[in-house]
C-alpha cells in the first residue's frame, strides 16, 4: 500500500511539474502578450472577454496562470471587476480543455512521436519543441499514474474508501474538493480521476462527483488569497465560488439523469472520454446559464461581497 502511494506521488509530482513547464512553453511561443490580448478594447463585451479568457486558459493549459493575470489586472484598474468576473467565468469552461486532451489514448501514438521530435527539431519549428517534449511527459505521467492503482484492489482501506465513493456522490464531491485544494490544482484532480476511471475502479458517476467536487477545490485558492487582494478583486472570488457552488448543488440532484445523458452522447464507450465529456459540458452549461442572466448574477455578487466584507 505504502510503495504504490509513494509511486503515485511520484507520478502525480511529474504530471504537476511537467504540466507547469508544458504551460510556460505555451506561453512563450504565443504571438501576443497575456495581458494585452485579456483586456482588448476599452468597451470589450462581457461575452468577448470571457471567450478570450475560455480560449486563452485552454491553449495555455492553465486557469491558475490566467486568474492571477485577471486580478492583477482588476487590482490595477485596468480591468473592471465586471470584465474580470466574467473573465473568470470563461476559465471555468477552459480548464475542462486539460481533461479532453489527457483523456485521448495517447499512448497509441507514440510511435508518431519520434518523426515529431524531428520535425520540430528544425530550424523554423524549434521553438515549439519544448511544447512538445513536455506534453510527452504528461502523457508518460498519466501512464505512470495508472499502474499503482492495478495493485490496489486487495488493500482494505482503500477498497472501503472507494465504495464510499461509489455509493455516495456527496462523499465525491467532498474527496474531489478536498484532494484539488491540497495539490492546488484541478487538473491533477481530473488526472486522478481518469487513472482511476481507466484501471475500472470507479464508475462514471463516481468520477463525475469527484470533478464536480474539483470545481469547488479551485475556489479555496481564491478563499486564501481574499485576505491579500483590494475589494473588487474579492467580489470576482465571491462570484466565482457561487458559480461552483450553485452549479454543484444543482448537478447533485440531477446527477443520474446526467451520467445517462453522458453516456449516450459520448460516441466513445471508453470512461476517461466519458468523465472528460462529463466535465466540460457541466461547465458549459453552468456557464451558459450564468453568462445568459450576467447582470442579475454580478449584482447578487456585489451584495453579497458588500455584505461579507463590509
Known sequence: ???????????????????????????????????????????????????????????????????????SLVQGNILSEKNGLAAVLGTEVGTTATGQIISIPWLKLYPLLLPLLLLFSLPRFRKYLPSIVFFALIIFALKLMTIPFSNLHN?????????LVNQSSLVGVVIGATFTALVQSSSALTALTISLGRAQII???????????????????????ASTVTKKARGIIVGQILFNIIGVALALIFIDPFTELIQKITVSTLI?????????????????CVILVFNPFYSLTKKINKKIYH
Do not use: W
Open 155 to 163: 488493500a482494505s482501506t482503500y477498497h472501503r474508501l472507494i465504495a
Open 203 to 225: 464508475n462514471l458517476k463516481s468520477a463525475i462527483a469527484l470533478v464536480l467536487g474539483g470545481n469547488i477545490g479551485t475556489c479555496i485558492t481564491g478563499l486564501v488569497a
Open 1 to 71: 500500500m505504502l510503495a504504490n502511494t509513494l509511486k503515485f506521488i511520484i507520478a502525480l509530482i511529474l504530471f504537476l511539474v511537467s504540466l507547469n513547464l508544458f504551460s510556460k512553453s505555451c506561453r512563450k511561443v504565443l504571438p501576443y502578450d497575456l495581458e494585452t490580448k485579456l483586456v482588448g478594447k476599452r468597451k470589450s463585451s462581457i461575452l468577448r472577454i470571457s471567450l478570450t479568457a475560455m480560449i486563452l486558459t485552454a491553449v495555455l493549459q492553465s486557469s491558475s496562470l490566467v486568474v492571477v493575470v485577471i486580478f
Open 272 to 288: 476517461e472520454r466519458q468523465i472528460a465529456n462529463a466535465h466540460t459540458i457541466f461547465n458549459l452549461i453552468s456557464y451558459l
